[in-house]
Structures are given as structure tokens and as C-alpha cells.
């Protein structure tokens, strides 16, 4: 069965510093994406980054950058310059082609301190 | 272009009662996942669907939750005589197509409390 582990259970950052949330999956499917998803305090799930798995190049959006390890299956979502605004729950996700749902993390609570 | 829209966005039930919960998908989209999030957990996927038809309901309770995707309006997931352990967030997600890539998108979710 496929499985997403998110290791880090909660983390506090100084603001303007660079945050690193961790992510590794166990799947066997050749063809995969991988998400990340914030969720503020609101409760809404915000998109953030997307990586296909025959993608060469790591994804970027703005501040965030997915530190692709294809070979450790490890899907690491990096935040540069972090805000306080950056302050909430991070979900990694995976999708597998061979099947239609999106398996998800546990989450990382993210607390940026001013 | 209105995204993907849920409503009510908050319900409070007593145990015993329905809940009904609605999604409305992106504009051309006729592809309905349904995905429920306890406290402090990620989403768990419950129910996939395309137009009048449930392609994947591998994750959905046997018991007392149903799901539909009419030809014309939006999707509904049914929980009948609901239980305290129902309550959690309720997302919706729709896509255009069955293999997703990157085109998934969630709505704002919906918070069901049994009391």
C-alpha cells in the first residue's frame, strides 16, 4: 500500500529563515505527482507546488521549491526567506495514475516566530 | 471563474440526524473526489465520482454515508443518523480529467459537528 511520512510533527523557524519540511513515500507506481498543500488556521487547503515524478527538474513557485530525490523517494518542500504568514499546517501528497485518490501526510505544523 | 464551491461551510448536527453536504465543481469539470480530515490528520480519500456515475468508493463507510454526482447540479454526500466520530472537515476536489496531473483542485471544506 502506498504510504506518505511526514516526520516532522510540528517546527518553529525565526522569520526570514529558510524552512525545510520533509516528505518520503512508498510507492511502486513508475508514474506519480507529488503535491504540497498549506492549511491555514481558516482551514481551507491551499496549493502550493506540484512535481510529476518523469519531471527533470525540481518544481519552483516563488519562495517554494520541492527538493526532488527520486531514487530515496523523498519529495522535500523548502520555503526560502519564511513569514509569518507562513505559520500553518503542510501536507504532502502523493497521486498514483493507477489509481484516482491522493494519499496524504500527517502534516507539520509550521510556527514562524518574529 | 468561481472555483470549487462547498456548502454549508459549517453544520452542527445531534446525533441521529442527516447531514447533507454539497460541492459544486470548476467550470467544466465532471470529475468529484470527496476527502474527510479528522483533527490533526491528513485527508483520507472517501468517494470518487463522474457525472451520474461512482467510479471508486473504496473509501467511503459502509454504513450510512452515500455519495451521488447528479447529471445536473452538484455533488452530494449524504451521512445518515450521524455519529459523533462524523465530525471532521468534509473537502470536496474536482478535476477535468480521471488522471489528474496537476489539475486538482479542493474547495474550502466542510466542518460537520455532531453534538
Known amino acids: 500500500a502506498q504510504k506518505i511520512t511526514q516526520t516532522q510533527p510540528g517546527m518553529f523557524v525565526q522569520e526570514k529563515e529558510a524552512v525545510t519540511l520533509d516528505c518520503t513515500y512508498d510507492?511502486?507506481?513508475?508514474?506519480?505527482?507529488l503535491f504540497w498543500y498549506k492549511q491555514p488556521s481558516s482551514g481551507e487547503m491551499i496549493f502550493l507546488i506540484y512535481?510529476?515524478?518523469?519531471d527533470q527538474q525540481n518544481a519552483t513557485e516563488g519562495r517554494y521549491s520541492l527538493n526532488f530525490q527520486k531514487a530515496r523517494k523523498s519529495a522535500n518542500l523548502v520555503i526560502s526567506a519564511s513569514q509569518l504568514g507562513d505559520s500553518a499546517m503542510y501536507f504532502c501528497?502523493?497521486?498514483?495514475?493507477?489509481?484516482?485518490?491522493?494519499?496524504w501526510g500527517a502534516g507539520t505544523k509550521l510556527i514562524i516566530k518574529p | 471563474n468561481a472555483g470549487v464551491m462547498q456548502n454549508p461551510r459549517h453544520l452542527v448536527r445531534r446525533r441521529g440526524q442527516e447531514a447533507r453536504l454539497r460541492c459544486s465543481p470548476m467550470?467544466?469539470?465532471?470529475?468529484v473526489y470527496w476527502y474527510r480530515q479528522l483533527p490533526e490528520e491528513g485527508l483520507k480519500f472517501m468517494v470518487y465520482?463522474?457525472?451520474?456515475?461512482?467510479?471508486?468508493e473504496s473509501g467511503m463507510p459502509k454504513e450510512r454515508f452515500s455519495a451521488e454526482f447528479p447529471k445536473e447540479g452538484p455533488s452530494i454526500l449524504r451521512i445518515q443518523q450521524v455519529v459523533r466520530g462524523d465530525s471532521a472537515a468534509y473537502f470536496c476536489?474536482?478535476?477535468?480529467?480521471?488522471?489528474?496531473?496537476?489539475?486538482?483542485?479542493f474547495g474550502e471544506g466542510s466542518w460537520l459537528t455532531v453534538v
Open positions: 512535481q510529476g515524478s518523469y
Open positions: 510507492t511502486s507506481d513508475p508514474s506519480y505527482g
Open positions: 467550470k467544466g469539470h465532471s470529475h
Open positions: 501528497a502523493v497521486y498514483m495514475d493507477s489509481n484516482y485518490q491522493l494519499i
Open positions: 465520482l463522474q457525472k451520474e456515475n461512482i467510479i471508486d
Open positions: 476536489a474536482s478535476s477535468s480529467r480521471g488522471n489528474i496531473g496537476n489539475t486538482i483542485y
